[in-house]
């Protein structure tokens, strides 16, 4: 992304925060906080992909125990 394209990208995040403050009454401290970004940490990588593969296994678990428990297969 270049320079302009960062400006009006700026520019029409002001303009929806301006538009939001004038519709909502809000103070700048609470518009502050919908701008603010926090960067996303490598701990947060590892625990994302650690509850999506805990998550798969257990699927393939409780798909396993209900086709041998409930439908029966042999």
């Known amino acids: 992304m270049n320079d302009h394209d960062k400006t009006i990208e700026k520019l029409q995040r002001d303009d929806r925060i301006r538009e939001y403050q004038e519709n909502t009454e809000a103070t700048k401290e609470e ?38 428990f409930i439908l029966g297969a042999h």
Do not use: F, N, Q, R
């Not at 590892?46 to 509850?51: C, D, Q």
């Not at 999506?52 to 396993?64: S, Y």
């Open 31 to 68: 518009t502050d906080a919908i701008d603010a970004v926090e960067p996303w940490l490598p701990i947060e990588t590892k625990m994302v992909a650690g509850s999506l593969i805990c998550g798969v296994i257990a699927l393939i678990i409780l798909a396993t125990l209900i086709h041998i």
